[in-house]
């Protein structure tokens, strides 16, 4: 399965409660097919009682999304597009912007 979003990619959200949110990919689990997006699906998670939290806790937090929900932002003009690979002269594969037809580079590795 060819992964089309990365770590460090900028995403908008296409469904779900977060519908219309943007965002960077923190992590892809592509077992999985999906994703954990900065500021994305938060979650309430109850803690038990600890040293850290003697009355126990609830804490907000990021929870994955899945792939399919998910759709990347185009660099030229900061609005969604699908995307196409395109292979070099060299045999390298790039990711490309069907609209604006501009490189989608990975900001991290």
Do not use: C
């Amino acid at each position: 399965m060819s992964l089309r979003i990365r770590k460090g990619d900028k995403v908008l959200v296409l469904a779900g409660k977060d519908k219309g949110k943007s965002g960077k990919v923190l992590h892809v689990y592509p077992k999985k097919g999906r994703a954990l997006v900065e500021g994305i699906n938060f979650v309430k998670k109850h803690m038990r009682k600890s040293q850290q939290h003697p009355q126990g806790a609830l804490l907000s937090q990021e929870a994955t999304i899945h792939l399919s929900n998910l759709g990347l932002i185009d660099p030229a003009s900061g609005k969604f597009s699908r995307i196409r690979a395109l292979v070099a002269d060299d045999g390298s594969k790039q990711r490309i912007s069907a609209k604006s037809k501009a490189v989608i580079e990975s900001h991290e590795r």
